[in-house]
Every structure is written in structure tokens, then in C-alpha cells.
């Protein structure tokens, strides 16, 4: 009973230390983006304590909407997988994925009228610009780390 105990905790520690590094990752980037913000938000102080509950409270919402996909996702990656699935099955990942969209976006026009009524909109444009410009630096470091 010990040793398939043991077994056991040995075939999962894989798994664990997989989780805790990619915990990690999405940690140091998300204290990247929150830096990467502020510079190019540059709130000031009576604007800062504005945006950044309402960014943390979006973000919280983001996550979990995330993490419930991710939850009830079944993967069709492959093209083998989708022809193994029933036409049903295969529409219902179709909707499912589209019903997350629709959230996400539903999500992101509850904040954005929030952040709209709290602040100049002018602000309100350079986080959206901030937005994307940090998506693209982020994929171009991602780039330059898997060359070297």
C-alpha cells in the first residue's frame, strides 16, 4: 500500500511542478503588464486610485470567466479529434466557444463603461492602446526567448 502510495506521488509530482511553474509565469507576467501600465498610463495619483480597482476587478472577472473554460473545454486541437466527435458534439464546442466570446465580451463593456464614467476618456484610449501594444511586446519577447 506504501510503495503504490509512493508511486502515486511520484507520477503526479510531474504535474504539480508543471502547475506551480506555470502559476509562476502568469504571476511574473501580470507584474510585468501592471508595471508596463503605469508607465504608459502615467495616472495621476486621484486617477490611479480609479482605475486600478476597477482593472483588478476586471481582471478577477476575466480569470474566472478563463478558468471556467478552461474547465468544461474538451480539446479538438487536433483534426483526428474533431472526426472521432459527433456532429452534435462538434457544434456544441462550436457554441460553447462562442457563448465564451460573447461573455468576454459582455465582460469587457461593463468595465469599459465603468472606466469611461470614472475617468477622461482620453485615458481610457491609452489603456486600450496600452492593451496592445504590451500583447505585441509580449508575443516579441516570447519570439526572441524561443530563438535563443
Same mark, same amino acid.
Given at each position: 500500500?506504501?510503495?503504490? +502510495? #509512493? #508511486?502515486?506521488? &511520484?507520477?503526479?509530482?510531474?504535474?504539480?511542478?508543471?502547475?506551480?511553474?506555470?502559476?509562476?509565469?502568469?504571476?511574473?507576467?501580470? !507584474?510585468?503588464?501592471?508595471?508596463?501600465?503605469?508607465?504608459?498610463?502615467? +495616472?495621476?495619483?486621484?486617477? !490611479?486610485?480609479? &482605475?486600478?480597482?476597477?482593472?483588478?476587478?476586471?481582471? #478577477?472577472?476575466?480569470? !474566472?470567466?478563463?478558468?471556467? /473554460?478552461?474547465?468544461?473545454? @474538451?480539446?479538438?486541437?487536433? $483534426?483526428?479529434?474533431?472526426?472521432?466527435?459527433?456532429? $452534435? *458534439?462538434?457544434?456544441?464546442?462550436?457554441?460553447?466557444?462562442?457563448?465564451?466570446? *460573447?461573455?468576454?465580451?459582455?465582460?469587457? /463593456?461593463?468595465?469599459?463603461?465603468?472606466?469611461? $464614467?470614472?475617468?477622461? @476618456?482620453?485615458?481610457?484610449?491609452?489603456?486600450?492602446? #496600452?492593451? *496592445?501594444?504590451?500583447?505585441?511586446?509580449?508575443?516579441? /519577447?516570447?519570439?526572441? $526567448?524561443?530563438?535563443?
Amino acid at each position: 500500500m506504501k510503495n503504490l +502510495l #509512493a #508511486a502515486l506521488l &511520484f507520477l503526479s509530482l510531474p504535474f504539480f511542478v508543471s502547475a506551480q511553474h506555470n502559476k509562476g509565469r502568469n504571476t511574473e507576467i501580470e !507584474a510585468y503588464k501592471v508595471s508596463y501600465l503605469k508607465e504608459k498610463l502615467e +495616472l495621476s495619483p486621484e486617477e !490611479a486610485k480609479i &482605475f486600478w480597482p476597477i482593472y483588478n476587478s476586471w481582471q #478577477a472577472e476575466q480569470g !474566472a470567466l478563463r478558468q471556467e /473554460r478552461r474547465k468544461n473545454m @474538451i480539446s479538438f486541437r487536433k $483534426t483526428t479529434e474533431i472526426e472521432e466527435l459527433s456532429d $452534435t *458534439q462538434v457544434e456544441t464546442l462550436i457554441n460553447n466557444e462562442l457563448n465564451f466570446k *460573447q461573455k468576454d465580451l459582455n465582460i469587457e /463593456r461593463k468595465y469599459y463603461n465603468k472606466l469611461k $464614467t470614472s475617468l477622461p @476618456i482620453k485615458t481610457v484610449g491609452k489603456y486600450y492602446r #496600452a492593451e *496592445q501594444t504590451f500583447k505585441k511586446e509580449l508575443l516579441s /519577447r516570447y519570439k526572441d $526567448t524561443k530563438k535563443s
